[in-house]
């Protein structure tokens, strides 16, 4: 798992030690993985295997075909602060390899216990450097090239740590979604997951649609469209002399007749390194536009390549996230590049309203509106009614406003009684992600209090037979892995937040046409929910225009 042979393993320098320390990695056994993980990547494997035991806590196996090590390489490389992939803190800003903080197998043998087997060369005797209570045995071993790491009995002497841990389930989750994200970043590169003896996941490395095939399914990948997009940038601030280099962005961009809640499904990766940034994501999103319904978000997989300079992977303990030179250049090239790829595909789909109005605006008896002084006059596209009230204009968002209808009366309903479901007949497959599938494991008798009715068909797919039917429209058989996530999120009430994804399903959406009677009977019916001006996920439903400000634009007299 160390770089290239040639490179060897040394010891860092203090100076340089000090500028890379960022505290101690391994806070979970999904850590564990992830650093042994991109130390095989950075080793030029092109198969990688990761085998997992309960939570992780009892063993974890990581095997790849990389270049290996020799035997002086492998003894050196689990003591503190080793590395084959810099030299000293100069390096730092032009590292282009993953693990440059070092192997971190140091940081592992002290959580738990390390053996680690390597060859470097097919035709040479391997080597086994075992790491147990803070002793070192290192002997011969038979294996071909590359390398595997085992550990065993991870924070065993650290009681707090694993008491702060997770569930196992949320934990292997965990482990699920990061080797998604490593098979997403790196399609070129073979992963399997396997759990508890059960295989959960397999890529072939043969590229992203494959890889999303693996991890979603054929139709989400049938979906997908390659995109490739290169952008000359020049950054520089000040006194700072402009510089100019190149972005290049490409991945796969699914067309938004498949889409999810949250925007987790946009997998983005900087220089082959998955990671979380929220401003390039948003920049993903906005590149979709309109094509998404509200509500809902794109999946896509987005890699950046950048020089290395631009990219200081150094911010975060975990290298989860990163900082960019000139962020905001970034995001808007990548927004750029995501909007040309579908202004130039056939991503377009047919809106369509399909949901029982008449039964969710039925007005509640014997309650009051808060909007009963509201006369609509009108909507403005197919999203926004507007009212008048008094002397304001009140404009209400159609999909949050009945978003809200809708939760408020799911969650009265699963008050006193189940919630209504529908027989899927025939039964619907499902393949999910692995963090929705764990998500599903973990929470599935609260799932089936929801109304769902499934049982495991092999792998990362399920068998529906039932779905949720609580607002007079059947709910799709994918509302399976969604609502698990959202159980699996950690909401501090996950109920509710399973039960407001579940309202937005047959809520109407922006594009619906309302005539006057039935925007009347929306917003009579908004008035009379507990918490009227808030959508379930916490989106206004109501902005008001006083008179005056009308006035004061147009520079008009208010009316007394």
């Given at each position: 798992?160390?770089?290239?042979?040639?490179?060897?393993?040394?010891?860092?320098?203090?100076?340089?030690?000090?500028?890379?320390?960022?505290?101690?990695?391994?806070?979970?056994?999904?850590?564990?993985?992830?650093?042994?993980?991109?130390?095989?990547?950075?080793?030029?494997?092109?198969?990688?295997?990761?085998?997992?035991?309960?939570?992780?806590?009892?063993?974890?196996?990581?095997?790849?075909?990389?270049?290996?090590?020799?035997?002086?390489?492998?003894?050196?490389?689990?003591?503190?602060?080793?590395?084959?992939?810099?030299?000293?803190?100069?390096?730092?800003?032009?590292?282009?390899?993953?693990?440059?903080?070092?192997?971190?197998?140091?940081?592992?043998?002290?959580?738990?216990?390390?053996?680690?087997?390597?060859?470097?060369?097919?035709?040479?005797?391997?080597?086994?450097?075992?790491?147990?209570?803070?002793?070192?045995?290192?002997?011969?071993?038979?294996?071909?090239?590359?390398?595997?790491?085992?550990?065993?009995?991870?924070?065993?002497?650290?009681?707090?740590?694993?008491?702060?841990?997770?569930?196992?389930?949320?934990?292997?989750?965990?482990?699920?979604?990061?080797?998604?994200?490593?098979?997403?970043?790196?399609?070129?590169?073979?992963?399997?997951?396997?759990?508890?003896?059960?295989?959960?996941?397999?890529?072939?490395?043969?590229?992203?649609?494959?890889?999303?095939?693996?991890?979603?399914?054929?139709?989400?990948?049938?979906?997908?469209?390659?995109?490739?997009?290169?952008?000359?940038?020049?950054?520089?601030?000040?006194?700072?002399?402009?510089?100019?280099?190149?972005?290049?962005?490409?991945?796969?961009?699914?067309?938004?007749?498949?889409?999810?809640?949250?925007?987790?499904?946009?997998?983005?990766?900087?220089?082959?390194?998955?990671?979380?940034?929220?401003?390039?994501?948003?920049?993903?999103?906005?590149?979709?536009?309109?094509?998404?319904?509200?509500?809902?978000?794109?999946?896509?997989?987005?890699?950046?390549?950048?020089?290395a300079e631009t990219v200081d992977a150094n911010v975060h303990p975990a290298k989860e996230r990163v900082a960019l030179r000139d962020g905001?250049?970034?995001?808007?090239?990548?927004?750029?590049?995501?909007?040309?790829?579908?202004?130039?595909?056939?991503?377009?789909?047919?809106?369509?309203?399909?949901?029982?109005?008449?039964?969710?605006?039925?007005?509640?008896?014997?309650?009051?509106?808060?909007?009963?002084?509201?006369?609509?006059?009108?909507?403005?596209?197919?999203?926004?009614?507007?009212?008048?009230?008094?002397?304001?204009?009140?404009?209400?968002?159609?999909?949050?406003?009945?978003?809200?209808?809708?939760?408020?009366?799911?969650?009265?309903?699963?008050?006193?009684?189940?919630?209504?479901?529908?027989?899927?007949?025939?039964?619907?497959?499902?393949?999910?992600?692995?963090?929705?599938?764990?998500?599903?494991?973990?929470?599935?008798?609260?799932?089936?209090?929801?109304?769902?009715?499934?049982?495991?068909?092999?792998?990362?797919?399920?068998?529906?037979?039932?779905?949720?039917?609580?607002?007079?429209?059947?709910?799709?058989?994918?509302?399976?892995?969604?609502?698990?996530?959202?159980?699996?999120?950690?909401?501090?009430?996950?109920?509710?937040?399973?039960?407001?994804?579940?309202?937005?399903?047959?809520?109407?959406?922006?594009?619906?046409?309302?005539?006057?009677?039935?925007?009347?009977?929306l917003v009579e019916r908004l008035g009379e929910c507990e918490q009227p001006y808030a959508c379930p996920h916490g989106r206004p439903t109501?902005?008001?225009?006083?008179?005056?400000?009308?006035?004061?634009?147009?520079?008009?007299?208010?009316?007394?």
């Amino acid at each position: 798992m160390a770089g290239s042979r040639e490179a060897g393993v040394r010891e860092l320098d203090r100076a340089t030690v000090e500028r890379i320390a960022a505290g101690e990695v391994i806070t979970r056994p999904a850590r564990v993985v992830a650093e042994l993980v991109e130390n095989a990547l950075d080793a030029g494997a092109e198969r990688i295997d990761v085998e997992v035991d309960g939570d992780g806590t009892d063993r974890i196996r990581v095997a790849d075909d990389g270049c290996g090590m020799n035997r002086e390489d492998a003894a050196l490389a689990v003591e503190p602060h080793t590395t084959s992939k810099i030299r000293d803190a100069g390096d730092l800003a032009a590292a282009d390899t993953l693990g440059f903080r070092g192997e971190a197998l140091a940081s592992v043998a002290d959580a738990g216990t390390l053996e680690l087997t390597t060859n470097a060369d097919d035709d040479e005797i391997g080597t086994r450097v075992r790491v147990a209570d803070g002793e070192t045995a290192v002997a011969d071993a038979g294996r071909a090239r590359g390398t595997t790491v085992e550990v065993t009995e991870l924070f065993a002497d650290r009681p707090a740590r694993r008491e702060s841990l997770a569930s196992p389930a949320r934990e292997f989750g965990r482990v699920s979604e990061l080797l998604a994200d490593y098979a997403l970043a790196r399609p070129d590169v073979a992963f399997s997951l396997t759990h508890d003896g059960r295989e959960t996941l397999r890529t072939p490395g043969t590229g992203t649609t494959d890889a999303l095939v693996a991890i979603y399914d054929r139709e989400t990948a049938g979906h997908a469209t390659a995109f490739d997009h290169r952008a000359d940038l020049e950054t520089g601030a000040g006194s700072e002399p402009m510089v100019g280099w190149e972005l290049r962005a490409e991945g796969a961009l699914v067309a938004p007749a498949v889409t999810r809640s949250t925007r987790d499904h946009v997998h983005l990766a900087v220089n082959g390194r998955p990671v979380a940034n929220e401003a390039l994501r948003r920049a993903v999103a906005s590149g979709y536009g309109t094509l998404v319904p509200s509500g809902r978000e794109p999946v896509a997989v987005v890699r950046l390549s950048l020089p290395a300079e631009t990219v200081d992977a150094n911010v975060h303990p975990a290298k989860e996230r990163v900082a960019l030179r000139d962020g905001n250049t970034v995001a808007d090239a990548v927004e750029t590049g995501v909007r040309d790829a579908l202004t130039t595909a056939d991503l377009r789909r047919s809106g369509e309203v399909a949901m029982d109005l008449d039964s969710s605006l039925a007005p509640v008896e014997g309650a009051e509106s808060d909007f009963a002084d509201a006369t609509v006059i009108g909507q403005f596209r197919d999203l926004y009614v507007l009212c008048e009230a008094d002397d304001d204009l009140v404009v209400i968002d159609q999909h949050a406003a009945h978003e809200r209808v809708n939760f408020e009366r799911l969650r009265a309903a699963l008050a006193d009684e189940a919630v209504p479901s529908a027989d899927l007949d025939p039964a619907a497959t499902v393949s999910l992600d692995p963090g929705a599938a764990a998500g599903v494991e973990e929470h599935a008798d609260a799932l089936r209090d929801l109304g769902f009715a499934f049982e495991p068909f092999g792998g990362n797919t399920y068998r529906v037979a039932a779905v949720p039917a609580p607002l007079g429209r059947v709910a799709d058989a994918d509302a399976l892995g969604e609502t698990a996530a959202s159980l699996a999120r950690g909401e501090a009430d996950p109920r509710e937040a399973a039960l407001a994804d579940l309202a937005c399903h047959p809520s109407l959406k922006a594009g619906d046409a309302l005539d006057r009677e039935t925007a009347t009977r929306l917003v009579e019916r908004l008035g009379e929910c507990e918490q009227p001006y808030a959508c379930p996920h916490g989106r206004p439903t109501t902005l008001t225009v006083e008179e005056a400000t009308l006035a004061s634009g147009f520079e008009r007299p208010t009316r007394r």
